[in-house]
């Protein structure tokens, strides 16, 4: 069964450093999620893309934040610095088309960062 | 703006007993409805989600949810549970009519069967 892939699995940095974060959605989605896990809370979203294009970025802390999908294949979040509130688990989903409304979202398994 | 309200954090449970965890959603427009598990250090996975119809959803694992509108409900149940059933379960919501039909999720509620 296709899943979505996401690396690395876990992450350590020191506030002010750099991370990325990737994520490979099942083939064919065109559909891609960002979402922040904080511990004890529900995922949010962060920025949502179709294809190669940012549909919806408004919870995206763009002062640091930034992510991508130049080919509308894979995607990378970045967080540059890094604060100690970005501790968190940064999922990655896909679905197969926008606009199916009540299309599945499939998870990948997540990247825990711990920001020091 | 969309809201849930997933009642429990936690429901302790016995082997083999039924459970029922509930989630109420707030929304001013019409919404498809879904459950998601979350076992440890891993992603989320889908149990069953509302579209329209029958307000009685069965997914996988044995569990099922029922839609009430007028109460603006979508409680999830399993009759008799099992030891691998301990997870974190959520609630999420997204608007039917919108554009973009992103997941409005609530905090989580921690099921732990015991033996």
């Known amino acids: 069964e296709a899943e979505v892939a996401q690396s690395p699995r876990y992450k350590i940095t020191e506030k002010s450093q750099a991370v990325a974060f990737w994520c490979d959605p099942i083939?064919?989605?065109?559909?891609l999620y960002w979402y922040r896990q904080i511990l004890g809370q529900g995922p949010e979203l962060l920025v949502q893309?179709?294809?190669?294009?940012?549909?919806?970025d408004s919870q995206l802390p763009k002062d640091r934040f930034s992510a991508e999908r130049l080919k509308g294949v894979d995607s990378t979040l970045k967080i540059q610095p890094a604060e100690l509130g970005d501790s968190a688990m940064y999922l990655c989903?896909?679905?197969?088309?926008?606009?199916?409304?009540?299309?599945?979202?499939?998870f990948g398994p997540g990247t825990r960062l711990t920001v020091l | 703006a969309q809201s849930v309200t997933q009642l429990d954090s936690q429901v302790p449970v016995f082997e083999e007993a039924p459970v029922e965890l509930r989630c109420n959603y707030s929304?001013?427009?019409?919404?498809?409805l879904f459950w998601y598990v979350q076992y440890p250090n891993q992603g989320l996975q889908l149990l069953l989600k509302?579209?329209?119809?029958?307000?009685l959803v069965k997914g996988i694992n044995g569990f099922e949810a029922e839609f009430n509108k007028s109460q603006t409900s979508f409680h999830l149940r399993k009759p008799s549970v099992h030891i691998s059933d301990t997870a974190e379960y959520f609630c999420?919501?997204?608007?039917?009519?919108?554009?973009?039909?992103?997941?409005?999720f609530g905090k989580g509620t921690l099921l732990t069967v015991n033996p």
């Open positions: 989903a896909s679905s197969l088309v926008l606009g199916q409304g009540g299309d599945t979202q499939y």
């Open positions: 083939s064919g989605h065109a559909t």
């Open positions: 893309f179709q294809d190669e294009s940012v549909v919806d």
């Open positions: 929304s001013s427009v019409s919404v498809y």
């Open positions: 509302y579209l329209s119809g029958s307000t």
């Open positions: 999420a919501v997204s608007d039917a009519g919108g554009s973009n039909y992103k997941l409005t």
